[in-house]
């Protein structure tokens, strides 16, 4: 039997989709590689971005800015004296990029200028942290990574 040029190529092509569909089956049945999202409502956070653009300027023209620290008790975080610590409101966002299940949120309640977030909630590795806060109606978004190990 001869194959002529046409049904080579149609061959070819045949051998080359079924060598794609097998890799795209492959990855998508195998656990180990998961594509999960970051962010569970992506389109909505993608709307809200200018808004947060804007509180991340806030925070960035801040004379003092508040410090984000790695000690032994776990993560520090210092807020600049000019600020009144009971009228800091918000949240610290704690994200681990490698695994969504760490992830956890942290209330802003203070009653002196430092919040300490203990090194028992955390495992060792990279974290995102996100904190929104807000002071005297102005809010603020200040976003850092840290490694621990």
Known sequence: MKINWGTGIVIAIA????????????????????NELVV???????ARFQEEM??????????????????NPGITIVFPEPFVPNQITGKVSLY????????????????????LIP?????GG???????WQYNGKKYLTKESIYIR
Do not use: G
């Open 15 to 34: 051998l080359f989709m079924s060598f794609i569909l097998y890799f795209v089956i492959k990855v998508q049945s195998n656990a180990k590689y998961d």
């Open 40 to 46: 569970e409502e992506y389109y909505k956070y993608d």
């Open 54 to 71: 804007e509180r991340v300027q806030n925070a960035q023209d801040l004379k003092q800015k508040p410090i984000i620290t790695l000690t």
């Open 96 to 115: 681990r990029p490698s695994n969504k299940k760490l992830d956890f949120d942290t209330p802003i309640s203070l009653s002196n200028p430092t919040l």
């Open 119 to 123: 090194k028992s909630k955390l495992v």
């Open 126 to 132: 990279q974290w995102d942290i996100n904190m929104e």
